[in-house]
T-cell receptor, first 116, second 115 residues
Framework: KAGVTQTPRYLIKTRGQQVTLSCSPISGHRSVSWYQQTPGQGLQFLFEYFSETQRNKGNFPGRFSGRQFSNSRSEMNVSTLELGDSALYLC???????????????FGPGTRLTVL | AQSVTQLGSHVSVSEGALVLLRCNYSSSVPPYLFWYVQYPNQGLQLLLKYTSAATLVKGINGFEAEFKKSETSFHLTKPSAHMSDAAEYFCAVSGHGGATNKLIFGTGTLLAVQP
């Protein structure tokens, strides 16, 4: 079974630009979550989508947004990039049924975003 | 609210020695706890999870963890370290409050294995 895939793996942008990251979950998984990983703040939850609806959101500014398509693939968008947005962005998928807290989240390899 | 604290941002052991990585949790509801490992330039891989079925949880690659409610701990152990165990390890607790799969992570412990 194919794992979680994320594209692109590496991205370099300049301040003020916007960026879109893509995540394809494991087949059959309906929940996709996004996390930001930085050396200073560690791993932080951005948001979760289930059946095309945002089910939960972390404490990030409105410049961070996402969406999920009917095939469960998800994208996240960051507008007006800032230097501090440089990070590894990880996507995780799970069955998501009933929002179970015991669901195992399977992570993709991440997208490394560098903002210059 | 839930949180986890990992004591020791860096741990170094000799090959063949016991690995002990510490994690303490805080939770207002029965916690569900996870240990993940991250190798350089990769995502997170689940080692094991505690979902209240058994307090001693066995995971992949010879790792196990014991849930101790009295100590609010979920420490990760492996009897004999291997060079391939060198990586960063994250303890996480599942958030609560409505339907959610949100994970709250500790700050991570970087494990070095010396030959």
């Amino acid at each position: 079974k194919a794992g979680v895939t994320q594209t692109p793996r590496y991205l370099i942008k300049t301040r003020g630009q916007q960026v879109t990251l893509s995540c394809s979950p494991i087949s059959g998984h309906r929940s996709v979550s996004w996390y930001q990983q930085t050396p200073g703040q560690g791993l932080q939850f951005l948001f979760e989508y289930f059946s095309e609806t945002q089910r939960n959101k972390g404490n990030f500014p409105g410049r961070f947004s996402g969406r999920q398509f009917s095939n469960s693939r998800s994208e996240m968008n960051v507008s007006t990039l800032e230097l501090g947005d440089s990070a590894l962005y990880l996507c995780a998928s799970s069955w998501g049924t009933s929002g179970s807290r015991t669901d195992t989240q399977y992570f993709g390899p991440g997208t490394r975003l560098t903002v210059l | 609210a839930q949180s986890v604290t990992q004591l020791g941002s860096h741990v170094s052991v000799s090959e063949g020695a016991l690995v002990l990585l510490r994690c303490n949790y805080s939770s207002s509801v029965p916690p569900y706890l996870f240990w993940y490992v991250q190798y350089p330039n990769q995502g997170l891989q689940l080692l094991l999870k505690y979902t209240s079925a058994a307090t001693l949880v066995k995971g992949i690659n010879g790792f196990e963890a014991e849930f101790k409610k009295s100590e609010t701990s979920f420490h990760l152990t492996k009897p004999s370290a291997h060079m391939s165990d060198a990586a960063e390890y994250f303890c996480a607790v599942s958030g609560h409050g409505g339907a959610t799969n949100k994970l709250i992570f500790g700050t991570g412990t970087l494990l070095a294995v010396q030959p």
